[in-house]
């Protein structure tokens, strides 16, 4: 089991939450998970990535951090000030990003928005977020809109045991059992009732209100500097190739790695995603 300890970051939007790993002197790797995942989504990879300090936080509404103010909305362009509020708590001036899925996409825009503090780009399974044009936008802010007003009546799942719970969660995401008892584990609450339930902000499973456009998201990966790894799984997130090779032009230094396997590739193929990320970092 890869040793870690928990952190506890105050921002301004509320309480970040996440676990430690490696020595305190090593490289600084911000780690950011996927969409309803938590920070132990890195507990398998942490331990390739040598004499690294990784910090995997918990995303605001996800595992043990705050969720937003219940008058509130959940916008992905609200993680990017979070993300840059914790790498200024943590007090670091130049650091590597490391992001999966969601953590990808969010790590991506932020590597364009302050260039110059960026060593270096991880990402898995997404290089930037998913675009809309704007076209589709009112149908799309309509969709969520709807969503949100009937979002009170639906009751979230609750399991009798930790066990089913992963069974759940095995059917929403294949992946190795070992991988997803990681995730079970912290992003599950046992309750007064005696039953387990997410940890999740519910709010998560509404869609975006809003979306960056594709030519939004170009004008933040044509300003990253920052040497890039993105490793794709052949089983992963429905990112189409045309938007992968589109997007991969435009980013000075990208290094591309494919390997065979679901969307949790780094939990399940811990051993290969981190020899590739530990040689490209010591490149």
């Known amino acids: 089991m890869t040793?870690?300890?928990?952190?506890?970051?105050?921002?301004?939007?509320?309480?970040?939450?996440?676990?430690a790993f490696g020595p305190k002197t090593g490289t600084p790797i911000l780690a950011a998970h996927g969409w309803l995942d938590s920070a132990a989504s890195f507990i398998p990879l942490a331990q390739y990535l040598s004499e690294c300090r990784v910090?995997?936080?918990?995303?605001?509404?996800?595992?043990?951090?705050?969720h937003k103010p219940q008058l509130g909305y959940m916008h992905f362009i609200d993680y990017v000030p979070d993300l840059v509020f914790v790498l200024d708590e943590?007090?670091?001036?130049?650091?590597?990003?490391?992001?999966?899925?969601?953590?990808?996409?969010?790590?991506?825009?932020?590597?364009g928005l302050i260039p110059d503090r960026v060593t270096k780009l991880l990402c898995i399974d997404a290089l930037g977020p998913y675009h809309a044009s704007a076209y589709h936008l009112p149908e799309l802010m309509l969709q969520s809109i709807n969503e949100y007003r009937m979002l009170h009546k639906k009751r979230p799942p609750s399991y009798e045991s930790m066990e089913a719970a992963i069974a759940a969660r095995l059917k929403a995401s294949p992946m190795k059992p070992e991988s997803v008892k990681h995730l079970v584990d912290r992003g599950l609450k046992l309750e007064d009732d005696g039953k387990y339930r997410w940890r999740t902000d519910p709010r998560l499973l509404v869609k975006s209100l809003i979306m960056f456009s594709e030519e939004q998201i170009t004008s933040f990966l044509s300003r990253i500097i920052a040497p890039t790894c993105l490793v794709k799984s052949t089983k992963g997130w429905p990112f189409t190739?045309?938007?992968?090779?589109?997007?991969?032009?435009?980013?000075?230094?990208l290094e591309v790695h494919n390997i065979d396997g679901g969307h949790h590739i780094h939990m399940d193929e811990a051993a290969k995603v981190g020899k590739i990320f530990n040689n490209f970092i010591l490149k």
């Open 90 to 111: 943590l007090g670091w001036d130049k650091f590597i990003l490391l992001g999966h899925s969601l953590g990808a996409a969010i790590l991506s825009i932020i590597a």
């Open 55 to 66: 910090i995997a936080v918990d995303l605001p509404g996800h595992g043990h951090s705050s």
């Open 241 to 253: 190739e045309e938007s992968y090779k589109n997007r991969s032009k435009i980013i000075k230094s």
């Open 3 to 19: 040793k870690f300890e928990e952190i506890r970051l105050n921002i301004k939007s509320g309480t970040v939450s996440g676990i």
